[in-house]
């Protein structure tokens, strides 16, 4: 099937019922217009995500200003699949000043948690685990002395842990979420309870009180999925090249307005139109 060139819409349409108008005039036109008619929708969901979550990630920014200056971190591991959006945002922030300042860039990696909770899934959980922890000790070179692991957000930190835990022992960590799970009126309630989190720094954006946030919603953009026993994600039969690179695209000319935003206009006394970070948890090592 020949694609046509892919142009990103800037919104999806707001009104639900010409969304559901053009998705049927494609439906009735046959596979290729239905597929024609998700590659755009999927960039718009994309972009409208993205702009969702701005207040957040302009606040994880700032949150990992000081660090990135200070060079903290080696590598960026982040948690697939979801956190790959953020994961990339967080590099390219690293990128830009490792070369504004000429030095290395951190190297970005990613791995795939997948746990099961249920005792029937216990051998595929252990299983991955051993998979998880083989790969990393085999890249222990890329990830540096000290790793900085991303997510999107982080309610029980399960996923979170089984990466922590997948770590070689001589390579330290911190965790970076754009979003925290909050299941009580008071955010730090649930935030006393993350510190509990092997780990050294946690650092992020904001609270959120849904089970999920936009950008884990996001991922199917990517057109990837997951597999138990493999130690990252893999394309799927959705993968669309256009698509992907240009749905990154968004994510990096994000990352670089932001990074004007809270690098360069933050130092011209700007700083107080900016929401304010959240700070850093301190967590204790495992």
């Given at each position: ?7 990103i819409p800037p919104v999806l349409n707001p009104d639900p019922e010409i969304r559901r108008q053009s998705y049927?005039?494609?439906y009735a036109k046959g596979e290729e217009a239905l597929y024609e008619w998700w590659r755009p929708h999927f ?19 700032k949150s990992l200003k000081k660090p990135i200056e200070e060079h903290r971190w080696d590598s960026v591991l ?209």
């Amino acid at each position: 099937m020949q694609q046509r060139p892919l142009e990103i819409p800037p919104v999806l349409n707001p009104d639900p019922e010409i969304r559901r108008q053009s998705y049927e005039e494609a439906y009735a036109k046959g596979e290729e217009a239905l597929y024609e008619w998700w590659r755009p929708h999927f960039l718009g969901r994309h972009g409208e995500t993205l702009e969702a979550e701005r207040y957040n990630l302009v606040n994880l920014a700032k949150s990992l200003k000081k660090p990135i200056e200070e060079h903290r971190w080696d590598s960026v591991l982040g948690d697939d699949l979801s956190g790959r959006t953020p994961a990339v945002f967080v590099h390219r922030l690293m990128k830009r000043y490792a070369q504004e300042s000429g030095t290395k860039v951190p190297t970005l990696m990613y791995l795939a948690p997948e746990h099961k909770p249920h005792w029937k899934k216990r051998k595929q959980t252990i299983k991955k685990r051993l998979v998880m922890k083989d790969y990393l000790k085999a890249r222990q070179n890329r990830l540096g002395k000290r790793t900085l692991v991303v997510t999107e957000f982080i309610a029980s930190g399960r996923n979170i842990r089984d990466i922590l835990k997948a770590f070689p022992r001589k390579t330290a960590y911190d965790v970076a979420s754009v979003a925290v799970m909050s299941y009580f009126e008071d955010p730090n309630t649930e935030l006393r309870k993350l510190k509990r989190l092997p780990g050294q720094m946690l650092f992020y954006g904001g609270t959120t009180k849904k089970p999920d946030t936009p950008l884990f919603k996001a991922t199917e953009v990517l057109g990837r999925k997951k597999d138990e026993f493999k130690a990252t994600s893999f394309r799927s039969e959705y993968f669309d090249p256009q698509r992907t690179q240009a749905a990154r695209q968004m994510v990096v000319d994000m990352a670089d307005e932001i990074y004007e935003q809270v690098f360069h206009t933050a130092e011209k006394a700007d700083i107080d139109q900016l929401p304010n970070p959240n700070p850093a948890l301190n967590l204790e090592a495992p």
